[in-house]
């Protein structure tokens, strides 16, 4: 252990680095009858946050939008990376019964 006012003692100590991970960015893009790219995506930590972001807005999107979700077939909500590549997809579609 240096003393007080020798060369060791006032010496600074070295810097910490922390190393972090990015945080991802995922895009949430929406074919609902046309075409919606998500160009800015949205930070997240994880997949699983993805994936739990994913059907939030799916339920907003149709909650939204109910009338019109029967006048499209399929709605879908695909989630890429920030090189594009296909995380997961969500498929929405609604069949009437034989009695409607």
């Known amino acids: 252990m240096a003393h ?4 060791a003692a006032k010496r600074p100590s070295a810097p910490v680095i922390l190393w972090s991970q ?14 919606t ?3 800015v995506g949205t930070e997240l930590p994880n ?8 059907v939030r807005a ?7 939008h109910a009338g019109r979700f029967w006048e ?3 709605w879908k909500v695909v989630v890429t990376d920030d ?3 296909v995380l ?13």
Do not use: C, M, W
Request: avoid cysteine.
């Open 83 to 85: 090189k594009g590549l």
């Open 4 to 7: 007080p006012g020798t060369a």
């Open 88 to 100: 997961f997809t969500l498929h929405f579609f609604a069949t009437d019964g034989a009695a409607a």
């Open 37 to 39: 790219i998500d160009e």
């Open 22 to 35: 990015p945080v991802p960015r995922y895009h949430f893009n929406v074919e609902d009858g046309h075409s």
């Open 58 to 64: 799916a339920g907003a999107l149709i909650a939204e």
């Open 72 to 74: 499209t077939a399929e």
């Open 47 to 54: 997949l699983t946050a993805a994936r739990q972001e994913a």
